[in-house]
């Protein structure tokens, strides 16, 4: 047969066949009937057995084999197990010897590969991590690219959850981000949600404190980050096995979470922390450079003058407005009276001196997050919710009122106030188009102005010819009352 090239002498008698020179080599023979007639000494040393012992002996109790060794498949090698006395098995590859020059019987010589298959298993491990580690440094280099063209926070959420979904297989994965309001999922699937209890803190609100990659191998891990209640109740209630969470940080603050969620146990190697920190890294420098994008772009957008928002950026804030929720949302159209004075006789410095005051006496009249801008020239636009019309008309004195206080900076005889159109919409309205309000409001604002100035002018959208409110002291003759003196509460008075 193929393996038997060449006789050695240190198997057998004079005159039996030998095995050829191979490191671990052991020879048993054996009758027609599979039962051991004689061993070599390398069979006795790796059994435990003493030649007497084995010879007599079915082969199946010394060897097992995967495949037969008779048959077509005589001269085949095959792999086997070598049993010992002790019970310790040695994995083995045999090959049977031509029948016919043994004189009927079968010589199998045996080849230890034990450390071959040590060997073997090892580099199979070493092989799988290294694929392992070759995948997830591809999905890190895909993921980098990714996140490098990413133009919102959304996205940043949305590509993190496909690429960690991918990166640990995990069932689940959902992305939570730090807002002014709390911390909020913004992507993916928490299946942990519907089982939450009551009045507990927000889902990913313990990664984002934690500051470090959390791991649960199982669900009673869970209770060891939150033991009341029991986190593993909650995870056995939505069918989680395991999870890894980690937060995202940027510049040492947490501003959000990753994790993922395995409906089946799950073991973590050594590399699964770090691959969370630098998927959750990647994130957190995408979202810190999409957040200082968006800074600079604000802050290119904002009057020079009086650091308010210029008409393009409140524009996108009175449209951030009206999609929120409001019941009733008015405009305030603000054209300052006798302000080309001041510019022709103080010289621009002060006009521009004279702007940012009334610019912060505007801005103290309506709360922080109600929409104010500067129109250009010395016009203003404020967007806010209220309550009612009249809580519209209401705020609309006021911002008058506090306009035409006197200015420390202006001779006496120079005085500021302000023309007001005012137009209100309501949420029953319908669709709420940006251009249709401010043309609105100031097409009133243009009939306070017609009307002598320092007058407020309300009109609606249906409304086609603006009301005056004749408020003033140079309409009336007196002092105008504001909300304070009448006993009504600004609905703005709590501004923050």
């Known amino acids: 047969m193929g393996i038997i090239q060449h006789a050695h002498p240190s198997f057998g008698a004079p005159g039996d066949l030998v095995l050829p020179r191979l490191t671990s080599c052991g020879l048993i023979t054996v009758d027609a009937h599979a039962v051991v007639v004689g061993v070599n000494a390398t069979i006795v040393d790796w059994t435990g057995s003493t030649r007497a012992d084995l010879i007599g002996r079915p082969l199946e109790t010394v060897l097992s084999l995967r495949l037969p060794i008779d048959g077509p498949a005589v001269f085949r090698p095959t792999d086997a197990t070598l049993h010992s006395d002790s019970g310790i098995v040695r994995p083995v590859l045999i090959g049977a010897l031509d029948e016919e020059a043994t004189g009927g019987r079968m010589q199998i010589a045996v080849y230890d590969v034990a450390d071959r298959s040590v060997f073997a298993l090892g580099l199979q491990g070493a092989e799988a991590k290294t694929e392992r580690g070759r995948r997830r440094l591809q999905i890190l280099l895909n993921a980098a690219v990714g996140f490098g063209a990413i133009r919102t926070e959304l996205e940043a959420a949305e590509l993190l959850v496909d690429v960690a979904q991918r990166a640990f297989a995990a069932t689940f994965v959902s992305v939570h981000l730090r807002d002014h309001g709390g911390l909020e999922q913004v992507a993916g699937v928490n299946p942990l949600v519907p089982h939450w209890p009551s009045g507990f803190r927000a889902p990913g609100a313990f990664t984002l404190a934690s500051g470090a990659v959390l791991v649960v191998r199982t669900p009673e891990d869970a209770d060891l980050y939150v033991p009341d209640p029991p986190m593993s109740a909650v995870y056995r209630a939505a069918g989680i096995e395991a999870a890894i969470a980690s937060p995202i940080r940027s510049k040492g603050e947490s501003i959000g979470s990753m994790v993922c969620f395995f409906d089946h146990p799950r073991e973590f190697d050594e590399e699964a922390v770090p691959l969370a920190e ?45 999609l929120g929720d409001f019941e009733v949302l008015t405009v305030l159209f603000i054209d300052l009276d006798g302000f080309k004075a001041v510019n022709d006789r103080l010289g621009h410095p002060a006009g521009d001196a004279l702007l940012r005051e009334v610019g912060q006496r505007l801005r103290g009249e309506i709360r922080e997050r109600d929409v104010l801008g500067r129109f250009g020239g010395d016009e203003f636009i404020a967007v806010a919710a209220v309550e009612s019309p009249n809580a519209a008309e209401i705020l609309a004195e006021r911002v008058r009122a506090t306009v035409a206080r006197p200015y420390d900076e202006l001779p006496v005889d120079l005085t500021i106030t302000a023309s007001i159109g005012v137009v209100t919409v309501t949420h029953a309205d319908g669709p709420i188009i940006v251009d249709h309000l401010v043309r609105a409001a100031d097409h009133a604002m243009y009939e306070a102005k017609l009307a002598g100035g320092d007058q407020v002018a309300t009109t609606d959208l249906r409304r086609a010819t603006p009301r005056v409110a004749h408020t003033s002291e140079q309409e009336q003759g007196d002092v105008v009352p504001d909300a304070h003196t009448v006993g009504l509460a600004h609905p703005m008075s709590s501004a923050s």
């Open 278 to 322: 630098a998927l959750t890294n990647q994130a957190a420098q995408a979202i810190a450079r999409v957040r200082l994008e968006e800074s600079l772009r604000r802050a290119a957008m904002h009057d020079e003058v009086t650091g308010l928002p210029s008409r393009r950026l409140f524009e996108e804030d009175v449209t951030g407005a009206i």
